[in-house]
């Protein structure tokens, strides 16, 4: 029997030359290769076979319609409603599935070679399967059918009828001893097997091992050393890896040293060579039965087998041998009815390897480990590391483990500690449903194992054949060429997969037994004529290969994308088989994919051709042609790299020489830069242009509010909105953001388009009420979608730029922003894609430029006002008045201040001001005399390269000696306020020295100022701010000097020697502007109680002496007379010192004496002074 997975065919010829049965076959999943090599007989084919059989009569039947399922001696037979045969050249086919029909469908019980099936029905076809496949097909026959269906391997058969009244089921009989039957057979092979020495001990070196893989050849076929060395270099490490079954191994592969490794199953890179036919026969998987005794026509049967460890046959292996390393196993799942439950969820792993071999074997698997990471929130196993429910008790299991493992095991039977090795056995005390482990390792596989080490042989016995000339295949029923790049929608936000430039070949391949037609919901697609295909390609000349060598192709019938997570519970073997996915009935197409990388460029016309090849390499007499197809290109460019605006706008201080020629006569420019580098070039030879784009901010979209309705009300409050947008937008794509109206709402909901109907709501009171969203203009934020950045979204297409041999690349879009005054801030939106010239591909805006566009590259374009007022009014030299402030306290001075009297009109036309200020100390320290009687200002901080002090012109001589006399002085309150006013309009250095009185602008009158408090003199200037905040570069200097006055009383006068009259005298000090004088009568001799005087501040307002008393001895208040310093009855002495004669009236007054300063403080009292008049 085709015992354990063995399959095999065989395919006569008769012709000149090639005379014989060619013989192929694969070996069980486990191994595929024979380690002791296959042995291969044959014999005449036997007479009938002996079989069982049972009948499904209409009663059978119609009890079946109603029970679905029934028992049969070989297996179970179901029934369900299915579709009759659609036409397998894709013509005619119903989309509702068209006739229906009753499918009868057996599951057998073990694997047979022989089925017939014969119906009574209106219709019938029968269809036998082996795992998925189907290997055996008789097609539609009407009234009463025999199907005769035989294959290596048969495990299911399904029988398609229409109104069937009887179906008989027959399989056959297995014999006593297939070994036993065979054994006269003639031997035509002994111990094939693949033509390495790892196998083949006669194989010394490797021109041995070449010169058995040639002898394998047919006439006329070759193999070259290098072609057989690679073959070798992947092989070799997997028959070097004894000990474990291949089907378990790894492949680590890289092509250049430094490369990333490709991960395959091991024994992936054997299968893919069996399906050439020179190759299967080189590998000793077939090979050409040409005995000279066999007979035209005669039938013979093979038998092909070969010894394996029984327990690689017959052992369910429960492992990671096909999930890739690096997925993510969820805590729970199960591996072929093997439930597994972890700690925590765990990442498939590699075992280590050399690093430093082009090809490593490998084993995949998965660390145990107690649970370490407490976030995972799965149910506890304790302390286990693994816990495993069985689909049977089970009396043994063998643990497939990476050396250094530190675990123990537990089952209901009793625990104990895992033997050291790779394999260890665990035998339990009975038959047990789980297994636990703890501790640390890395698990391959579970294996629930029997005892047995003894050789197994599998064999296989194909249908007999019939020596005669097999026809070659025939071609494929129809063949079409798409284009690999589709065509992207003007609609769509993004563009789709990338893919080459190039075609996808599609052919429906002829079917197998003559079939025309195939059920389309059938367990499997049609077996096919041939399995190998080959394309050709034209486009100018004559047809070319598509592929190097013998340009064969399989061919691709299940191109779906698979999902790779798993989820708690999931079965690694259905996400993960042993063999890959098998398409349903209703797949049939093939298809190739041909990459143009080079010669053919967009709007070539080409076509192909395919013809088929059969499993001994021979092609079908005719081809099957594509109709002509135009090779487009739909894929646009990249998109441009280091997209950079920079904004220029006249009058900004930043602006270089270069940038301001740039600027030219433009108010404004937009200096848009890119780059197109030798990646971008590499990416699209076809890309010839750059677009330039421009657009109002695209994350926001003004809009009016036009109505509001309550919805509802309560802790949460919801409105309708009725919105009119400037631009359309897509429904709920806001959703989740805030509108501002009067108050942030919440975005709920909202429609697509212009007018728009929105839900909004808000949880937050204001005042106790909620509030309601005002009518009016609003702006809806807009997130940043991919569509975006597509054009149809930007408002317009400024300029196109042809891509040239240059790198850099730049656009200037000129006087694009609105900066006024009015309007002191601007933002674009600007960008740039690039674009070929297919003429194929429609514009996407109405410009009607034909070609594949990329994404637009954007960047914001911002700009400021920089304009600035003009306002440079310098201050003549004249007296100026002075502005005392309050008096001076423990706290800085705070108090208003209005300089507009003292101030050009000129000063206002701006509208808003900008109060600057110096100190009087500051601005002379700033300042200094020359020898020859000149006026510099100073440098000051902060510094500049190339300053240097600069004459300060002062047109009078006399008024230029006097200041030049003052400066030379060193005291500042020598230097009149007239000076210090011209000085500071006219300093080299002034915008250094003046600074800022307030932060903000102000509009012209009076601002708070706020001064030291500290006795000095200011100078104030202004500086005119426009509506943009732009600041003049000039000034108008205030003709006034402010200044805070000092407490500090004067020198007391000192009274002369006696005379007639009463003369005193004031110690120079140039603050002392009046002495002021008491007189009482007198009452009476002897001292006067000492006293002092009252003084009212901060009136400067009130005369000389105003505000002052003095109290006499009589307790009435005295008023003062001031005499001023100035008059002409003072004297002068040479040291400073001025006298003067007080004037008293009455008989004897008694009178008192203080000087009083400019700035209203009296000194101390002397006195009284009895005065005889």
Not at 60 to 89: C, H, K, Q
Not at 582 to 609: E, H, I
Not at 809 to 817: F, M, Q
């Amino acid at each position: 029997m085709g015992a354990y997975g063995v399959d095999a065919y065989g395919i006569s010829q008769v012709t000149v030359g090639a005379r014989g049965i060619h013989l192929a076959w694969s070996g069980p999943r486990s191994w595929l290769y024979a380690p002791g090599g296959w042995t291969v007989r044959r014999r005449f084919s036997r007479g009938r076979e002996a079989l069982n059989c049972q009948q499904l009569d209409a009663a059978a039947i119609a009890e079946l319609r109603s029970t679905r399922e029934a028992m049969l001696s070989f297996g179970v037979v179901t029934l369900r409603p299915g579709g009759w045969l659609d036409p397998l050249d894709g013509a005619g086919s119903s989309p509702d599935g068209g006739t229906p029909a009753e499918v009868f469908h057996v599951d057998l019980t073990d694997d047979h070679r022989l089925v017939r099936v014969a119906v009574t029905a209106g219709s019938s076809m029968a269809i036998a399967y082996c795992e998925g496949r189907a290997v055996a097909v008789r097609g539609a026959a009407a009234g009463q059918a025999e199907h005769m269906l035989r294959a290596p391997r048969i495990d299911a058969v399904s029988v398609v009828t229409l109104d069937p009244t009887a179906v008989r089921v027959c399989v056959e009989l297995p014999g006593d001893d297939e070994a036993t039957e065979w054994r006269d057979a003639t031997v035509v092979v002994r111990d094939l097997t693949l033509p390495f020495r790892e196998v083949m001990p006669s194989l010394v070196t490797e021109a041995d091992e070449l010169a058995e893989a040639r002898h394998r050849l047919l006439p006329g076929e070759s193999i070259a050393a290098e072609e057989f060395g690679r073959v070798a270099r992947v092989v070799r490490p997997i028959l070097r890896a004894a000990g474990t079954r291949p089907s378990e191994l790894a492949l680590l592969m890289r092509e250049e040293p430094g490369a990333d490794d490709d991960e395959v199953r091991a024994l992936d890179s054997l299968s893919i060579l069996l399906a050439h036919p020179k190759w299967r026969r080189v590998l000793g998987f077939a090979l050409f039965d040409d005995d000279p005794s066999l007979l035209n026509g005669g039938s013979y049967e093979y038998r092909i087998s070969a010894d394996f460890p029984a327990e690689d046959l017959a052992d369910a292996n429960h492992g990671f041998a096909t999930v890739p390393s690096g997925t993510l196993l969820p805590a729970d799942f199960s591996i072929g009815g093997v439930r597994i439950r972890l700690p925590q969820p765990v990442i498939v792993g590699l075992t280590a390897a050399a690093s430093g071999d082009p090809v490593r074997v490998v084993r995949r698997g998965i660390a145990l480990e107690p649970r370490h990471d407490p976030f995972w929130v799965t149910p506890s196993l304790d302390d286990w590391s693994l816990v495993a429910d069985l689909p049977a008790p089970a009396t043994s299991v063998i643990l497939e483990l990476a050396e250094g493992h530190d675990l123990v095991f537990d089952t209901v039977h009793g625990s104990g500690q895992v033997p050291a090795g790779t394999a260890p056995r665990l035998v339990f005390g009975g038959p047990a449903g789980q297994l636990r482990l703890r501790g640390r390792g890395f698990l391959h596989a579970l294996r629930i194992s029997t005892a047995n080490h003894t050789p197994a042989e599998a064999s296989v016995v194909p249908p007999p054949i019939v020596l005669a000339d097999t026809p070659p295949p025939t071609a494929p029923l129809n063949a079409s060429a798409t284009n690999l790049q589709s065509p992207q929608g003007s609609t769509q936000p993004v563009p789709g997969p990338r893919h080459e430039l190039g075609c996808r070949v599609s052919w429906r391949p002829s079917p197998a037994f003559g079939l025309t037609g195939w059920p389309r919901d059938a367990v499997a697609p049609p077996p096919l004529d041939a399995a190998i295909f080959e394309v050709q390609r034209r486009a100018e000349g004559g047809w070319a290969p598509v592929h190097e060598d013998e340009n064969w192709t399989l061919g691709d019938r299940d191109a779906a994308i698979r999902d790779p997570r798993l989820y708690p519970g999931a079965e690694l073997m259905l996400a993960f088989p042993e063999t890959a996915g098998r398409p349903t009935g209703g797949d049939l197409d093939l298809s190739l994919v041909d990459v143009l990388t080079s010669g053919l460029g967009p709007g070539t016309s080409v076509r192909y051709r395919v013809r088929a090849v059969d499993a001994i390499g021979r092609p079908s007499a005719t081809w099957t042609e594509t109709a002509p197809l135009r090779l487009e290109k739909h894929v646009p460019p990249p998109v441009p790299i280091e997209v950079a605006a920079r904004v220029l706008v006249r009058g900004a201080p930043d602006l270089t020489a270069a940038e301001q020629a740039l600027l030219g006569t433009s108010d404004n420019a937009i200096v848009l830069r890119w780059s197109w580098q030798a990646e971008q070039r590499g990416q699209d030879e076809y890309a010839r242009e750059f677009r330039i784009y421009a657009a109002p901010p695209l994350n926001v979209v003004p809009g009016q509010v036009l109505k509001t309705t309550t919805l509802s009300t309560g802790p949460v409050t919801s409105y309708g909105l009725d919105l009119r947008l400037d631009r359309p937008v897509q429904a709920d794509v806001a959703a989740g953001l805030r509108l501002h109206a009067g108050h942030p709402f919440l975005i709920r909901a909202h429609t697509g388009g212009t007018t728009v109907s929105m839900v909004v709501e808000t949880r937050l009171p204001v005042g106790g009420a909620a509030p309601v969203p005002a009518l009016g203009p609003i702006r809806l934020d807009h997130p940043l979608t991919p569509g975006l950045t597509r054009p149809p979204a930007w408002a317009e297409r400024i300029q196109v730029i042809p891509i040239t041999d240059a790198t850099a690349y730049e656009a200037v879009l000129r006087d694009r922003l609105t900066l006024t005054p009015g309007h002191p801030a601007d933002a674009l939106w600007v960008g740039v894609s690039a674009a070929d010239d297919q003429p194929y591909v429609a514009d996407q805006r109405p410009e009607s430029r034909p070609g594949n566009e990329s994404g637009i590259a954007p960047v914001v374009a911002s700009g400021r006002y920089a304009g600035r007022p003009v306002l440079e009014i310098p201050p003549p030299l004249a007296s100026v008045p002075r502005l005392r402030t309050p008096e001076p306290g423990a706290e800085p001075l705070r108090f208003p201040l209005d300089l507009t009297a003292f101030l050009p009109p000129a000063a206002f036309q701006a509208g808003r001001l900008r109060h600057e200020r110096v100190a009087a100390g500051a601005l002379i320290e700033a300042c200094r005399a020359t020898s020859d009687g000149r006026v510099h200002a100073i440098p000051v901080e902060p510094s500049a390269p190339g300053d240097a002090e600069v004459e300060i012109e002062v047109p009078s001589a006399a008024d230029r000696a006097e200041l030049v006399a003052a400066l030379q002085s060193g005291v500042s309150t020598a230097v009149s306020d007239r000076f210090l006013v011209y000085l500071a309009g006219r300093h080299a250095y002034r915008d250094r020295l003046f600074a800022a009185a307030h932060d903000e602008p102000v509009p012209p009158g009076p601002f708070t100022e706020i001064l030291p408090p500290a006795a000095g003199r200011w100078i104030y200037r202004v500086r005119a701010v426009d509506a943009a905040g732009q600041v003049s570069a000039g000034s108008a200097t205030a003709r006034v000097v402010v200044r805070v006055p000092s407490l500090m009383p004067g020198a007391a006068p000192v009274r002369l020697r006696r005379a007639d009259g009463l003369r005193v005298a004031v110690p120079a000090d140039p603050a002392v502007s009046h002495v002021l004088v008491f007189q009482a009568p007198s009452a009476a001799t002897g001292p006067v109680e000492a006293t002092e005087i009252s003084r009212v501040p901060n009136r400067p307002d009130l005369p000389p002496g105003g505000g002052l008393w003095l109290r006499a001895p009589d307790g009435g208040m005295l008023a003062p007379t001031a005499l001023p310093m100035t008059g002409p009855d003072v004297v002068t002495d040479p040291d400073g010192t001025r006298e003067l004669t007080v004037p008293v009236t009455g008989e004897r007054p008694r009178v008192w004496l203080a000087t009083l300063t400019h700035d209203g403080v009296p000194s101390r009292l002397i006195g009284p002074y009895t005065v005889e008049v």
